[in-house]
């Protein structure tokens, strides 16, 4: 069976520290895979998505890249954390775009301060 | 104004009640998915539709793509079922979700 691993569940990082999130897949192969952030009251937005390895597209202009170096390895990465970074990151999965279904991480909770 | 709009914002039932959440949106779909996201966070995907109804133990998802309306059910709520239910709106030729911003249910014992 397919899973979704993300770590770590949670984080706290000072204000210009770097940040690395992973996210890996098992049980299936050449995945698309998104990573999606949730401000504090506000809905899920997109951030990256990628349909294959070193393959990363941006959706919103912002402090944080993605990176995809193997096939079932997503991460997302910050050089210098802003305060406006906090929030709830979420990595999925899907085997052939969103018009099959997605599958989500347990997500991870960011505080920075 | 979001091309995705949840309805209520908020809502809570007593153990036992019929639970309806809408979703409303404004673009041409291919899919919409139901989430439901967990107090810690996580999130679970509980349909994905395209057309018509689909069912899975007590929830019921319909979808009316003429009218760009979708509803999620349960039944016979529980506590447990308590958690921030959102829809998702998948355009057309893109692979882009548009998110709600959820419905908070609370269901009490």
């Known amino acids: 069976s397919q899973t979704i691993h993300q770590w770590p569940a949670t984080l706290v990082q000072p204000v210009g520290s770097p940040l690395s999130l992973e996210c890996t897949v098992e049980?299936?192969?050449?995945?698309?895979l998104y990573w999606y952030r949730q401000a504090a009251g506000r809905g899920l937005q997109l951030l990256f998505y990628?349909?294959?390895?070193?393959?990363i597209s941006s959706e919103v202009p912002q402090n944080l890249s993605a990176s995809r170096p193997q096939d079932r390895q997503f991460i997302l990465s910050s050089k210098k954390l802003l305060l406006s970074d906090s929030g709830f990151y979420l990595c999925a999965w899907s085997r052939g775009g969103l018009h099959t279904e997605a599958f989500f991480g347990q997500g991870t909770r960011l505080t920075v301060v | 104004k979001n091309e995705v709009e949840q309805s209520p914002q908020n809502l809570t039932a007593q153990e036992g009640e019929f639970i309806t959440i809408n979703c409303s949106y404004s673009v041409g779909i291919s899919a919409l998915h139901w989430l439901q996201q967990h107090p810690g966070g996580g999130i679970v995907s509980l349909f994905m539709?395209?057309?018509g109804k689909k069912k899975h133990g007590r929830l019921i998802a319909t979808i009316n793509i003429q009218e760009k309306h979708s509803s999620l059910h349960i039944t016979a709520s529980h506590p447990r079922d308590s958690a921030v239910y959102i829809c998702?709106?998948?355009?057309?030729?893109?692979?882009?979700?548009?998110f709600g911003t959820g419905t908070r249910l609370q269901v009490f014992p």
């Open positions: 049980g299936t192969s050449n995945p698309n």
């Open positions: 998702a709106a998948l355009p057309y030729n893109t692979d882009k979700l548009i």
């Open positions: 990628s349909v294959g390895i070193g393959q």
């Open positions: 539709l395209s057309s």
